[in-house]
């Protein structure tokens, strides 16, 4: 069975920083590129980036790049999301998603791309 947990969500003033990180179990997870997604209310899923099964290459959506890295550690099956200078407009539920590949350099962005999903974690920032 196929699990993905997020953590290290929470409550953070405008300009700070939070790492995300997903754990993923009954997969093998070097099989997988990762991504991260968000949904505030009222509005869509929203890609935030992937970083593809060989842990090389990274695609950030305009919104995040330059402020959200993502990495992965092959090793403790888990992804990262390293985010700085946080605005309120980040404030979601932010989510790691998996999908099965056999290039190690490919990058997904569409959340129907992949098939395994956690269960979110919340982050809040205030202004």
């Known amino acids: 069975q196929v699990q993905l947990v997020e953590s290290g969500g929470g409550l953070v003033q405008a300009g700070g920083s939070l790492r995300l990180s997903c754990d993923a179990s009954?997969?093998?997870?070097?099989?997988?590129?990762m991504g991260w997604f968000r949904q505030a209310p009222g509005k869509e899923r929203e890609f935030l980036s992937c970083i593809a099964r060989g842990g090389v290459v990274t695609n950030y959506a305009d919104a995040v790049k330059g402020r959200f890295t993502i990495t992965r550690d092959n090793a403790k099956n888990t992804v990262y999301l390293q985010m700085n200078n946080l605005k309120p407009e980040d404030t979601a539920v932010y989510y790691c998603?998996?999908?099965?590949?056999?290039?190690?350099?490919?990058?997904?962005?569409?959340?129907?791309?992949?098939?395994?999903w956690g269960q979110g974690t919340q982050v809040t920032v205030s202004s």
């Open positions: 009954g997969l093998t997870f070097s099989r997988y590129a």
């Open positions: 998603a998996a999908k099965s590949t056999l290039f190690s350099d490919s990058t997904f962005t569409t959340s129907a791309q992949y098939g395994y």
